[in-house]
């Protein structure tokens, strides 16, 4: 499994962003925001850890996206989001994953 390791890797992309709110109010916001975002599909929404995924599809990239919400002083909540993609040519050469994660970004902030 190294060689897959090594792919993934490759493939995955991490960004933060700190934005004003609480996690409930920012947890609904990231399910909307994905709902909206072209080729996105929510599959698992957790409460309890203030997570959602969701998958991305646009035959030839394929990958899941985690979001999760973490408290940032009083009023405000840290968004971590990482998507990894299948690994295969195409996103070994082009590599997208960053404007896969602007999509979401772009509608989280509408």
């Known amino acids: ?54 998958t991305y599809r646009r035959p030839p990239v394929w990958g899941k996206l985690v979001v999760t919400l973490l408290p940032e002083g009083t009023d405000s909540t840290r968004i971590s989001a990482r998507i990894t993609l299948l690994p295969n040519l195409f996103t070994l050469i082009f590599a997208p994953q960053q404007r896969i994660l602007g999509r979401f970004t772009r509608a989280l902030g509408q």
Do not use: Y
């Open 1 to 54: 499994m190294p060689l897959l390791d090594s792919l993934t890797q490759l493939t995955g992309i991490d960004t933060t962003l700190v934005v004003a709110g609480t996690r409930e109010e920012l947890l609904q916001k990231c399910c909307d925001a994905l709902e909206a975002a072209p080729r996105f599909s929510v599959v698992n929404v957790s409460e309890d850890q203030f997570q959602v995924e969701a």
